[in-house]
């Protein structure tokens, strides 16, 4: 936990994984501490996308044991015609419009847009307050003003 910001270490597609859940961390904790009627906040698992941005990524970016399979990772990910971005979308989508969906707040969905669980790692209150804090001191610091704009 003394590390979100990779200060001390930097392991490229493990760092990345570990800023997802802290994001979902910090969500599933807006979730449950904002009470504001109409206002829902929602998670969801888009599934992967096969993008420019996936191509960006290179072998050293890669966890050791992926490394070994590298040339299979690199055909897998490499961009499509943006069907693979669609269908990445829909969860999305779905949470943005769905009528379903409209009056539940601090939930997690899938690719398929299905309740489920949250992930494990996020489910630690201790882990997810320690995240809050750290957000929220940083997001109340002077130099970081998110007051709206006139």
Known sequence: ???????????GLTTYSHAK??????????AHRLAIPGITVNVCYPGRAR??????????MAPA??????????????PDDGSSAEKASRSSVYLATSPDVET??????DRHSK???????????????????VVHDLTSTPSCDHSPRE
Do not use: C, H
Request: aromatic residues 16%.
């Open 65 to 78: 044991a992926l490394r070994l399979f590298w040339p299979l990772f690199a055909l897998a990910t490499r």
């Open 115 to 133: 309740l489920v669980d949250w992930p494990k790692a996020t489910q630690d209150p201790a882990t997810r307050t320690y995240i809050w804090n």
């Open 1 to 11: 936990m003394g590390n979100l910001q990779a200060e001390r270490s930097f392991a």
């Open 51 to 60: 993008t420019t941005m996936t191509r960006s990524v290179t072998r050293d």
């Open 21 to 30: 859940v802290a994001m979902m961390a910090v969500m599933y904790e807006y």
């Open 104 to 109: 539940m707040t601090g939930q997690y969905f």
